[in-house]
């Protein structure tokens, strides 16, 4: 696939990891989850990552989504350099980060409007009718323009995982994070969902990278990341 | 459109927080309302009764007042000679004098014939005792000995006589053991001292009470020119009488008798415990709703950091939860107080009544209420990690 801005891509990658290593526990307890990992994602490329579990892909992720601290080696996301960040620093890269959970988590206080809402409302500069007029947009996109004033109670688990990718599109995020996005859902919503994700993501130019256990769906990424014992094997 | 003001609005988390819980909005709301009605109730009760305390008192058409230095209270008034008051005629500023003796007797119950002790004043009945205008044609059917004016606003207990006076029956009964007769109607209301009220002419009162010396009087009223200055006067006075009396202005004189209940007794004190008690309840009941609402959700507001909120955003939740249910608790609790003080007065006659510094009072209160117990509940926020949601 030809990407317009490959000259682009190749110089400044959505992600960057340079010998990456993450610890948890303390003293004797102390355990190597990430072992010196290094790779790179491009704006646009739709990236997966699998692995045995507890191999560590989860606390990857939350790495490079900056909910946790980086304790040694690098890790650049869209230009943040996240080893030493501020508190600050990381929640505003949050806004440009859209992430997809395992369960849904949607409020299940709010309708699916009003949840994608939560997305698009992260976005300065516009006002509130324009904002929910993107939230509109994004429910439309994942095709969920009748459900608008459900609560998720309400809807199927396809649904709520649909509802789910809208709001983290709504704040046109650069780079989109889901752990096992289809997990809860039965192969053919799975399916359905995962390929609604790589075509809005490439619609919108924004890198994917996504944790699976679900070998039949491997077929959507350019790239397939394994990882073993906190390590990424060579890219297939 | 775009006006920059309006960009900022967002999703109303917390109305549709409380509103979409509407079973623990409900239980958040009715210990709110609670609170607010206990310090309603008994903030109202402690001023009613401070208030209640002065209901004769704030009658009286007196720019000064002469009372013995020995005197506590209402309910506990000393004499002192009534050559003081005369004295007084001495001061140029001073138009006139209306001595008063006043003692609490016992009335029979015409009908039941039970005695219970009313406030009785005496008076000579040409005298000026009261700014009401009313009193002085009453007055009259005194100068016969053996009447009395009736308080129509005094308590049932003795006796239905207001009724029986405006169909026209001739009440007589029993005063410390004497016959009188009631000639008239007053309206003058209880106190939390007296729970009914009785004037008569000096010579009537010194029959009823024979031990008392016929010199002696509890309450000198002293009337100025006008535009003479009552503390100026005050000071020339006291500073010319002997020691066996004090002056007052009509406002220390009232200021006394509350001052008698605010503190020589625990009533003020009782009352204002009360209040803090319903505070209390208030705080614990708002603290455990929000503090369960925060535990709730923090999946949720965990997401919502992860999506990058700011905590400071979550924080904000919290803190228009606490105080979206100060405004909604306090209206209803609004309401219930002004029904209650309209219950409280019609059934004990007690002057209690909403006013707007009570109102304001109690809406901080409940205000303070809620935002210490939000503040609190917030701490529970520190605990939502969006790592741990993944
Ligand atoms: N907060 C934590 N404290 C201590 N150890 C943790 C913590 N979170 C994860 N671990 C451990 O780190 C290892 C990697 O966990 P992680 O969740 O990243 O695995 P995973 O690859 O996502 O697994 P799965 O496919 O089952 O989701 C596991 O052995 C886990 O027990
Ligand atoms: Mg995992």
Redesign the interface.
């Known amino acids: 696939m030809k990407n317009p801005t490959s000259q682009n891509s190749l110089l400044f990658p959505s992600v960057s990891i340079k010998s990456l290593s993450h610890y948890f526990g303390k003293g004797t307890n102390k355990r190597r989850i990430l072992d010196s990992i290094s790779m790179k994602i491009y704006p646009g490329e739709v990236v997966i990552l699998t692995g045995p579990s507890g191999c560590g892909k989860t606390t990857l992720l939350t790495l490079i989504g900056a909910l946790r601290k980086v304790q040694s080696g690098d890790l650049n996301v869209l230009g943040t350099e996240l080893q030493g960040s501020r508190r600050r620093e990381r929640q505003k890269l949050r806004c440009q980060i859209g992430m997809i959970f395992q369960g849904h988590n949607l409020l299940a206080f709010l309708t699916s409007e009003q949840n994608v809402q939560m997305g698009s409302d992260l976005l300065n500069g516009y006002s509130y009718s324009e904002r929910r007029a993107q939230a509109r947009q994004c429910l439309r996109d994942v095709g969920l323009e009748d459900e608008l004033n459900k609560l998720p109670h309400d809807l199927s688990g396809g649904q709520k995982q649909r509802v789910a990718i809208a709001r983290a599109l709504a704040a046109r995020p650069q780079l989109l994070l889901a752990d096992e996005p289809t997990a809860a859902l039965d192969s053919s919503t799975g399916r359905e969902v995962v390929n609604l994700l790589k075509k809005l993501s490439k619609e919108k130019a924004c890198a994917v990278l996504m944790v699976t256990h679900d070998p039949r769906i491997l077929d959507v990424a350019d790239r397939v990341l394994k990882m073993e014992d906190g390590r990424i094997n060579p890219a297939i | 459109?775009?006006?920059g003001w309006?960009?900022k609005?967002?999703?109303p988390?917390a109305w549709?927080?409380l509103t979409?819980?509407p079973f623990r909005l409900f239980v958040a709301l009715a210990g709110i309302c609670f609170a607010g009605i206990l310090m309603f109730m008994q903030l109202g009760f402690r001023d009613g009764l401070f208030d209640a305390s002065i209901t004769v008192h704030k009658l009286f058409d007196a720019d000064l007042v002469l009372i013995s230095p020995r005197s506590k209270s209402s309910i506990s008034m000393a004499g002192f000679p009534r050559r003081r008051l005369v004295q007084v005629m001495a001061h140029e500023d001073v138009v006139g004098i209306t001595p008063v003796n006043w003692n609490f007797l016992l009335w029979r119950n015409p009908k039941t014939l039970s005695t219970r002790s009313i406030l009785a004043l005496g008076f000579e009945p040409n005298d000026r005792l009261f700014t009401d205008s009313n009193l002085s044609r009453k007055a009259k059917t005194l100068t016969q000995y053996g009447r009395v004016l009736f308080d129509e606003r005094s308590r049932k207990e003795f006796g239905p006589i207001a009724k029986w006076f405006r169909e026209g029956k001739r009440i007589e009964t029993e005063l410390a053991g004497k016959r009188i007769r009631v000639t008239g109607l007053i309206s003058l209301g209880p106190s939390f001292g007296a729970d009914g009220n009785l004037i008569t002419s000096r010579e009537t009162y010194l029959d009823l009470m024979p031990n008392n010396p016929p010199g002696s009087i509890e309450i000198g009223l002293i009337r100025l020119k006008v535009g003479a200055n009552p503390y100026m006067v005050r000071q020339i006075l006291s500073r010319s009488l002997p020691k066996d009396v004090k002056v007052l202005t009509l406002k220390d004189f009232l200021e006394f008798e509350k001052n008698y209940w605010r503190s020589s007794t625990s009533i003020g004190f009782i009352f204002s415990l009360g209040a803090a008690m319903g505070f209390v309840v208030g705080c614990v009941i708002v603290y455990q709703i929000l503090y369960s609402d925060v535990s709730d959700?923090l999946?949720?507001y965990a997401?919502?950091?992860?999506?990058?909120?700011?905590l400071k955003n979550l924080f904000g939740v919290v803190a228009r939860e606490g105080f979206l249910l100060a405004v909604m608790g306090y209206l209803p609790a609004y309401a219930a107080g002004q029904g209650l003080y309209a219950l409280v007065r019609s059934s004990t006659n007690l002057p209690v009544a909403m006013n707007a510094s009570r109102a304001l009072f109690v809406f901080f209160m409940i205000l303070f209420m809620c935002m210490i117990s939000a503040l609190l509940a917030m701490r529970r926020l520190v605990d939502a990690d969006?790592?741990e949601?993944?």
């Open positions: 459109m775009n006006f309006i960009d609005r967002r999703i988390l549709l927080l979409r819980q959700h999946p949720e997401t919502l950091i992860a999506m990058g909120y700011k969006p790592a949601i993944f």
